[in-house]
Structure formats: C-alpha cells, structure tokens
C-alpha cells in the first residue's frame, strides 16, 4: 500500500485547510486510515482515526475542529481542518493499517510523505 499526501500549506490563525491522502495497491486490504502529526522538537502524535467502517476518533486537541472521513472508492481518506491555531503547526502524515491474507497473512502500516501545515498567528 502506498500513501500519497497533499492540501498543506501556509494559513492564518481561525483558517481551515484540507489534506488528502490517496493510497494505491493492494487497497482492498486497507482497515483503519488515520492522520498523525509531528511538530519542531517534538515527538509524532495520533491527531484522527477513521476505520473502514466509518467509526471516528480523534486527540482532545482536536476535538470539535478537525474532521476525518474517508471515501474507500476512491481510496482516499481527508482532514477537515477548521480554526486553526499555531499549535497545529506540524508536518502532518496518513497511514493505512493494512492486512493482507492470501497468499501469505501480512499485516502492517503504510506512511505518506508528510505535508507542512502552518498557522501564522
């Protein structure tokens, strides 16, 4: 499975964004899709969970202002991103947890590249 990321960029404090994250490959094995982030001087942190099923989870920090979905037709899960402030300043990555089973059960994750968001305040 492979992750391709976009819809980073520069914003100001209260603005939104929209990332995206499309995979490709064995995508019929994808299970949950999340969205991680990891600022400056500090360690990567789980930001919002999506399973396949469409059950959501998200970091406190979070709450009430980023929105996760996922539209498994296309392969691709988004981040809704509305009023945003400095501290979401990160470099924001997708996963897919993956399990494959024929012919050989291999379950695993799969990382995107990553895509800078910044916050001016």
């Known amino acids: 499975v492979q992750l391709q990321a976009s819809g980073g960029g520069l914003v100001q404090f209260g603005g939104s964004l929209r990332l995206s994250c499309s995979a490709s490959g064995s995508i019929s094995a994808i299970r949950d899709m999340s969205w991680h982030r990891q600022a400056p001087g500090r360690q990567r942190e789980l930001v919002a969970t999506?399973?396949?099923?469409?059950?959501?989870n998200y970091a406190d920090s979070v709450k009430g202002r980023f929105a996760i979905s996922r539209d498994n037709a296309k392969a691709t899960v988004y981040l809704q991103m509305n009023s945003l402030k400095p501290e979401d300043t990160a470099v924001y990555y997708c996963s897919a947890d993956y399990l494959i089973v024929v012919p050989t059960p291999i379950a695993g994750r799969s990382w995107g590249q990553g895509t800078q968001v910044t916050v001016s305040s």
């Open positions: 999506i399973t396949s099923g469409g059950t959501t």
